[in-house]
């Protein structure tokens, strides 16, 4: 069981490149997130999806898009990157509504750094 | 606009000592709230949650007391061992619209021989 899996794990883009961060989940959760962590400022949820086919804007959008055309993925899109997405990025994923469905699970993370 | 604040941003505690780590929060529809611990490389994981019907919740060493009239809850790790270094976040959600975590900024712990 992998649980919550993001790839790349490591990447250096230069500025207005565009790329697209892959997470994959095998427990069969609704709920699916990614958010960015910075020094000092905690992680912040930057989209999140309720379901196969919906995506919602979180506290810090701006640059970024996602899509979840299968229910175990969820992508992240950057356009035209920026220094200021250089961060931490992960994933997460939780079941939907009902008993047990508290906890989320966190991928390992992608460090991006933008040059 | 922080809804979760958290103190302290770092904390030196000596082994067998006890950790406190305090996180206050705005929004009074909160209405569950997680403690992540996270090691360096890693993603966070779940540590141990509260939800607001109860005033402590013990799993082992970790403790969470929480005072829903002072809108404030917090960490206590008793006995601290050095495998306990990490960083630790507090977090609230809501229960529907997505159950979205909004986390406090965390607190860097070592724990020291």
């Known amino acids: 069981n992998a649980g919550v899996t993001q790839t790349p794990k490591f990447r250096v883009l230069k500025t207005g490149q565009s790329m697209t961060l892959l997470c994959a989940q095998d427990?069969?959760?609704?709920?699916m997130y990614w958010y960015r962590q910075d020094p000092g400022m905690g992680l912040r949820l930057i989209h999140y999806?309720?379901?196969?086919?919906?995506?919602a804007k979180g506290e810090v959008p701006d640059g970024y898009n996602v899509s979840r055309l299968k229910k175990q993925n969820f992508l992240l899109g950057l356009e035209s990157a920026a220094p200021s997405q250089t961060s931490v990025y992960f994933c997460?994923?939780?079941?939907?509504?009902?008993?047990?469905?508290?906890?989320?699970?966190f991928g390992q993370g992608t460090r991006l750094t933008v040059v | 606009q922080q809804q979760v604040k958290q103190s302290p941003q770092s904390l030196i505690v000596q082994k067998g000592g006890i950790s406190i780590i305090n996180c206050a929060y705005e929004n009074t529809a909160f209405d569950y709230f997680p403690w992540y611990q996270q090691f360096p490389g890693k993603g966070p994981a779940l540590l141990i949650a509260i939800r607001p019907d109860v005033s402590e919740k013990k799993e082992g060493r970790f403790t969470i007391s929480f005072n829903k009239s002072a809108k404030q809850f917090s960490l206590h790790i008793m006995d601290s061992q050095p495998g306990d270094s990490a960083t630790y976040f507090c977090a609230a959600s809501i229960t529907g619209g997505g159950n979205k975590l909004t986390f406090g900024t965390g607190t860097q712990l070592k724990v020291e021989l």
């Open positions: 997460a994923s939780r079941r939907g509504q009902g008993a047990g469905s508290t906890e989320a699970f």
């Open positions: 427990m069969n959760h609704e709920y």
């Open positions: 999806s309720v379901g196969e086919g919906t995506t």
